[in-house]
């Protein structure tokens, strides 16, 4: 039987990621003060945000939480692909913390508990919660919302092995209706296309961050199917997109854009990395 200890234990710190909490906190804070970004208009809703290494993508990903710096949610849903092979649609984790070596994040079990039974109802499954997960795409996020974040916040993890648009819809607008009240961040995880050339990426980069800015998350899809853009979290980003707009969120908008080949200096095999903010506009 697999032992849930209270916190999920890091599977990628000191990899992914600076090992030590010093030399990770200042790691972070260089990006996130490297980010020059205008003065965002708007209350910020959500992030998007790419998922690989520190290294290859914290660059990108500095522009998205410097976006989000000073913040104070009590509550940031992180929605991210699931790259392993659980044979569950939707999944979270069975664990009480996420633990980084920056100290432990609590997890909004009830609001997850609420989610999955409102899930089971619309879509006949709910979130299956497992345990000592090795998937990157959430965690890697969590030491930039530690640094970037002014205060304490409890997490809702979530990943989607079934990324399809009709299960991405439903959770974002489910999600959503149980947020209506709250202060929470939206963070989706995703990169862009995998393992192309430099001038190919872009190309399908530039088409996937187009339709992410159009704030139509169905067209994300259209893209993907029409083999225009790729997106490894596409799920993650329309669910987020989804929610967004549920939340009265009203623009999208990149922030930065990179690939692998522009930190390792080879362009022959990139991967795809875009920040962004997703705001509602201020009342006049």
């Not at 200096?265 to 997703?278: L, M, Q, S």
Request: hydrophobic content about 40%.
């Amino acid at each position: 039987m697999q032992t849930v200890s209270e916190a999920r234990p890091s599977s990628i710190a000191g990899t992914w990621y600076e090992g030590q909490p010093q030399r990770l906190a200042e790691s972070v804070d260089t990006y996130l003060e490297r980010a020059k970004i205008e003065t965002i208009q708007g209350k910020i809703i959500g992030l998007v945000a790419p998922h690989a290494g520190h290294r290859y993508s914290g660059p990108v990903a500095g522009y998205a939480f410097a976006a989000a710096r000073g913040l104070s949610p009590s509550l940031v849903a992180v929605i991210a692909p699931m790259h392993h092979p659980y044979p569950h649609p939707l999944i979270t984790t069975a664990h009480a913390f996420y633990r980084t070596p920056l100290g432990d994040i609590p997890v909004a079990r009830p609001l997850l508990e609420a989610l999955s039974a409102k899930l089971e109802h619309l879509l006949g499954y709910g979130l299956t919660p497992v345990a000592n997960d090795p998937e990157h795409a959430l965690e890697i996020e969590l030491p930039f919302l530690q640094r970037a974040l002014s205060a304490p916040f409890e997490l809702i993890p979530l990943m989607l092995r079934q990324q399809d648009p009709h299960t991405a819809r439903i959770l974002g607008e489910t999600l959503a209706e149980l947020l209506r009240d709250e202060d929470c961040l939206l963070v989706a995880s995703t990169d862009l296309s995998h393992f192309y050339d430099q001038d190919t990426a872009q190309k399908l980069d530039s088409a996937m961050l187009d339709a992410a800015q159009s704030f139509d998350p169905d067209s994300l899809f259209d893209i993907e199917r029409s083999g225009k853009g790729e997106a490894c979290g596409i799920g993650a980003l329309a669910a987020t997109l989804w929610a967004a707009k549920s939340l009265g969120a009203d623009a999208v908008k990149i922030l930065n854009y990179a690939t692998s080949g522009d930190i390792s200096g080879d362009y022959e095999r990139v991967v795809g990395y875009g920040a962004g903010v997703i705001t509602l506009s201020a009342t006049p």
